[in-house]
T-cell receptor
Framework: NAGVTQTPKFRVLKTGQSMTLLCAQD?????MYWYRQDPGMGLRLIHY???????AKGEVPDGYNVSRLKKQNFLLGLESAAPSQTSVYFC??????????????FGPGTRLTVT | AQSVTQLGSHVSVSEGALVLLRCNYS??????LFWYVQYPNQGLQLLLK??????LVKGINDFEAEFKKSETSFHLTKPSAHMSDAAEYFC?????????????????FGQGTILTVHP
């Protein structure tokens, strides 16, 4: 199993440009999440999904959109990038609520710089 | 709402010394608690988790953590530090599933503690 993969690994954008980050998991997980990581702030939840075709806002959703058209994929879009979106983005997935612990499995991250 | 506080953004120890990374949580109900480790330029890996089965939890690489409800703490320890333990460590808290099954397993992370190990 590849686990959770993210594409691309690095990206540099100019202010106002758009892009999509792709997350894929091969563990048949229902739940998927997008986080951003900034120094000294831990990880903050951007958006999440509890199943194919569903999405919901997390703590810091402004400026981002997501889609979950297929169970194994979770896309994060930036329509008009801003320097404040310079960050490392992590995707994660987990089993359904029927299991204890909600352990999340993380991808390797995408480092995004907006100039 | 739950929150997590990690005391000390940087901890430095000598190789072979005890590692102690502190985590305190606030939650209105007994939570699930996790420690994750992040090595440079990598994603997060689960070290261990508390799910109410036992208060002393053992994880990978000889790490362990003890859940203390009275102190609302879940500190991470390792008896003898190794150079390869140098990384950033995150404590996280999650809610248990609710009766309606709508809990999505949201994790709230602490700010992280960078562990440096000196020879």
């Amino acid at each position: 199993n590849a686990g959770v993969t993210q594409t691309p690994k690095f990206r540099v954008l100019k202010t106002g440009q758009s892009m999509t980050l792709l997350c894929a998991q091969d563990m048949n997980h229902e739940y998927m999440y997008w986080y951003r990581q900034d120094p000294g702030m831990g990880l903050r939840l951007i958006h999440y999904s509890v199943g194919e075709g569903t999405t919901a806002k997390g703590e810091v959703p402004d400026g981002y959109n997501v889609s979950r058209l297929k169970k194994q994929n979770f896309l994060l879009g930036l329509e008009s990038a801003a320097p404040s979106q310079t960050s490392v983005y992590f995707c994660a997935s987990s089993y359904s609520v029927a299991l204890e612990g909600h352990e999340q499995y993380f991808g390797p991250g995408t480092r995004l710089t907006v100039t | 709402a739950q929150s997590v506080t990690q005391l000390g953004s940087h901890v430095s120890v000598s190789e072979g010394a005890l590692v102690l990374l502190r985590c305190n949580y606030s939650s209105s109900v007994p939570p699930y608690l996790f420690w994750y480790v992040q090595y440079p330029n990598q994603g997060l890996q689960l070290l261990l988790k508390y799910t109410s089965a036992a208060t002393l939890v053992k994880g990978i690489n000889d790490f362990e953590a003890e859940f203390k409800k009275s102190e609302t703490s879940f500190h991470l320890t390792k008896p003898s530090a190794h150079m390869s333990d140098a990384a950033e460590y995150f404590c996280a808290v999650s809610h248990k599933p609710n009766a309606g099954g709508t809990s999505y397993g949201k994790l709230t992370f602490g700010q992280g503690t960078i562990l440096t190990v000196h020879p």
